[in-house]
């Protein structure tokens, strides 16, 4: 099948070249999180030890300002919050949920993480349910989970780059800035003030520093970096514009920031004024209505490329029911986006499969 698509590609995409396996990066998606619970420590470590070049950390804040490495600024999908502080939820669009800004570190601690599930019926308390997102990965509220902080995750993944000589990168995403500021919290300049105590300061430093906020990111290169003199790779992540990934507050209340200009040729530009690289979903490099026999393949990488921007898009999954219909397997869907359309990298739960996918690549 892969035949089939250096066929088609070659005949839709002449232009398109081949890089070195060596250039292509691998990054732990929230850790092994094919594997184990994402975001956990246990879940990085096992990313380390599988040979991701980087690992990923989302950031949100507690109510005491502890960084905490959680993907979402609520902690119902992940823990048994609803069950241990049952009352202390916001409801929000008629849905209850469980703040992590509302808690402190220690109330944190008390939680267990598991596992990302959905409660059925949808009552977001715990009389519902439990169903995982994914049915064969490790088992909802099994063995023993807490949240990290970001300063515990890079001690860790510094530990072990000593203990075993090698350099394996952080990828952190300040999550939510726009929430965050509304309530009080400037994330954004506690993030880079961690970052410069772990010695992350310098463009040459492994390390990406995500976020979905154009804003917040521009916000970060021209005015943080600059008072705390430090010059990181920024990646502007990419949304749809209905996800309501980043709001923006007017007199009428918030609205959801319109992404649809980072799709052209100008908007690209625009991005490589502040930033060093995109993450954009797969499905905006290929199309989800793709079949094997068409690919409907968007402009994006070439666009961005043209800008001198790296593309890490996300988020590669092995589980039978996330693969495309366009793949026969996650290896074609690696080859496909790795070497074909040639991004720069992925973010995988998988890092395993990824890493050795490129490693066989490197070898040929």
């Avoid at 929000?92 to 059925?120: C, H, P």
């Avoid at 003030?193 to 290169?221: A, C, V, W």
């Avoid at 209505?289 to 890490?312: F, P, Q, Y």
Wanted: hydrophobic share 40%; proline share 5%; net charge negative.
């Amino acid at each position: 099948m892969i035949k089939v698509l250096l066929i088609f590609l070659a005949t839709l995409c002449p232009t398109i070249s081949i890089a070195d396996s060596d250039d292509k990066i691998v990054v732990a998606h929230r850790g092994a999180s094919g594997y184990l619970p994402e975001h956990t420590l246990a879940a990085k470590a096992m990313a380390y030890a599988m040979g991701a070049d980087y690992i990923e950390q989302d950031v949100v804040m507690s109510k005491d300002d502890h960084l905490l490495v959680l993907h979402d600024h609520y902690l119902d999908r992940v823990s048994d919050v609803m069950t241990v502080f049952p009352e202390r939820f916001r409801e929000i669009n008629g849905k209850k949920r469980w703040f992590a800004i509302d808690f402190t570190l220690a109330e944190i601690r008390q939680l267990r993480i598991s596992e990302g599930f959905a409660v059925s019926p949808s009552k977001n308390d715990a009389s519902g349910e439990f169903k995982a997102n994914y049915s064969q990965r490790f088992p909802l509220f099994k063995s023993r989970f807490q949240v990290a902080t970001l300063e515990e995750e890079i001690e860790l993944i510094q530990g072990l780059n000593k203990s075993t000589g090698r350099n394996v990168g952080i990828y952190p995403e300040i999550k939510s800035p726009w929430f965050h500021r509304h309530e009080g919290k400037d994330i954004s300049q506690a993030v880079l003030t961690t970052l410069k105590k772990y010695g992350y300061t310098n463009k040459s430093d492994m390390i990406f520093l995500q976020s979905f906020d154009p804003i917040e990111l521009q916000r970060i290169r021209k005015t943080l970096m600059p008072a705390l003199k430090m010059d990181l790779k920024l990646v502007q992540l990419i949304a749809m514009t209905d996800w309501s990934e980043t709001m923006v507050y007017g007199t009428d209340g918030p609205k959801p920031y319109d992404y649809s200009w980072m799709f052209e040729a100008e908007g690209m530009k625009t991005i490589g004024e502040y930033a060093d690289g995109v993450g954009p979903w797969m499905s905006m490099i290929i199309k989800p209505d793709s079949t094997r026999e068409n690919l409907n393949i968007s402009a994006l990488v070439e666009r961005a490329h043209a800008a001198e921007l790296k593309v890490h898009p996300y988020t590669f999954r092995a589980d039978p029911e996330a693969l495309p219909k366009y793949v026969a397997n996650f290896d074609d869907l690696l080859e496909l986006f790795l070497y074909q359309l040639n991004v720069d990298g992925v973010f995988s739960d998988f890092p395993d499969k990824a890493v050795d996918f490129v490693r066989a690549k490197s070898a040929l």
